[in-house]
Each structure stands twice: as C-alpha cells, then as structure tokens.
C-alpha cells in the first residue's frame, strides 16, 4: 500500500486508479484499514490458492 510500491508494481496510472477508487467515500474505511495494516505490518510474500475442478477440468483461481 506503499505509494512507491504501488507505482513500481502497478504502473503509474493503475496506481492513481487504486487511489481514486480507495478515497471514494464508501471505499475510504476498507482503504484506511488497508493501508494501517501494511503499514504496521511487514509481509514478505503474497500466497495463490487455486483448486482444479474434476467436473469440467478448468482451474479455479
């Protein structure tokens, strides 16, 4: 939720888009509680949980 971070692995315009959507009025306190909890937190790793669906054999991410 850095805005260094989120510049280097979103691009500049995701970036702002991210920004926008987060201060909007009804996205403000999920952004804020986002963004406190990066920031008292360090995560190193981010985790992928996909299951593979033996009815129709396609992935589910």
């Known amino acids: ?3 260094r ?3 280097r692995d ?3 315009l995701a970036a702002l888009k991210i920004i926008r959507n987060g201060l909007k009025r009804e ?3 999920q952004f804020q509680a986002m963004y406190r909890l ?3 937190n360090s995560f190193n790793y981010i985790t992928v949980v ?3 669906s033996e009815e129709n ?3 589910n991410f």
């Open 27 to 29: 996205n403000r306190p």
């Open 50 to 52: 996909s299951t593979k």
């Open 38 to 40: 990066f920031k008292e």
């Open 57 to 59: 054999d396609q992935w």
């Open 5 to 7: 971070g989120m510049i």
């Open 1 to 3: 939720m850095d805005p």
């Open 10 to 12: 979103e691009g500049v």
